[in-house]
């Protein structure tokens, strides 16, 4: 492990963005900022695991052997169990609802896919009743 500090729990939960991002699992901290981009299930997924103890979403997902053992290079310690909130608490900053910000470009071109060939569609209308 390459992290012997023992974290208190509101020092890990501080760590809450794309650019500094720690998870608590199984009784260790990991600080991920620098894996966001490589994360098969993107960086969404372990922006949802910060302040709070991920484990049980960590063991739900099923991660392979190598996977685990990736983890070892991103352990910066142990958290302090006696200050974990109690089950169902969760201390979180404010943060836009998942997707809001991810999504509007997607939401963008998707808009844009329909209105475009409409508009296409009444130009060609318009040139054709125009010309005759």
């Known amino acids: 492990m390459a992290g012997s500090k ?3 729990f509101d020092e890990v ?3 809450d963005d794309a ?3 720690w998870l608590i699992v199984s009784g260790k901290v990991y600080d991920v900022s620098s894996y966001m981009a490589e994360h098969p299930g993107g960086r969404d ?3 949802s695991a910060t302040g709070k103890d991920a ?3 960590f063991d739900n997902v099923g991660h392979s052997s190598s996977g685990r053992e990736l983890m070892d290079n991103y352990c910066v310690g142990t958290i302090d169990s006696s200050t974990l909130p109690k089950d169902g608490d969760r201390v979180k ?3 836009a609802p998942e997707g809001s910000a991810d999504r509007t470009p997607e939401f963008a071109m998707r808009i844009l896919q329909f209105i475009a060939p409409v508009m296409i569609l009444g130009f060609a209308f318009v040139v054709r009743h125009f010309t005759k």
Request: aromatic letters at 6%; proline letters at 6%.
């Open 55 to 57: 484990t049980v979403e």
């Open 93 to 95: 900053p404010q943060q």
């Open 6 to 8: 023992i974290y208190r």
């Open 13 to 15: 939960a501080k760590h």
């Open 19 to 21: 650019e500094d991002c």
């Open 45 to 47: 997924v372990l922006l």
